[in-house]
């Protein structure tokens, strides 16, 4: 039977981190999930992204509680190992989920965050743009 996919992590970087896992409402991120090195060897796992509002409805000893809602818009590409998007525009507790599928098996990692008012102060959000350069040799 070949394993299930093992997740190590979620890397998170944002235009402006105020405090550890604060970051500013409608800011521009980019993530990628830590796997295990058996992905290299076996492809095809396949990944959905998502952000979620942290949950209200804290109960206990196992009573059911109401879904999380999913913050719709705020992830590009949503089924890549490397992802870009922004923050929720409103301010408060969120987290942002992997789930990554391979051999029929499922992991999941989430990350929780806080999303912090954006003051005019603070600027406009924008989208982090990256750009591809080749390291090409000429013999001039």
């Not at 301010?91 to 965050?113: D, S």
């Amino acid at each position: 039977s070949k394993p299930a996919p093992s997740v190590h992590g979620i890397q998170l970087d944002c235009q402006q981190r105020l405090h550890p896992q604060h970051f500013l409402a409608g800011d521009a991120f980019t993530a990628v999930v830590k796997t295990d090195s058996l992905e290299k060897k076996n492809p095809g796992h396949r990944y959905h992204w998502r952000i979620l509002a942290e949950s209200t409805d804290k109960k206990s000893g196992g009573d059911a509680e109401l879904a999380a809602a999913e913050i719709r818009g705020t992830v590009r590409n949503p089924t890549r190992k490397s992802i870009q998007g922004r923050m929720p525009k409103k301010p408060g507790a969120y987290r942002l989920f992997v789930q990554v599928t391979a051999n029929g098996k499922v992991a999941y990692q989430n990350l929780p965050f806080m999303v912090i008012e954006r003051k005019p102060e603070d600027g406009q959000a924008r989208w982090m743009e990256f750009k591809k350069q080749g390291m090409e040799y000429r013999d001039e």
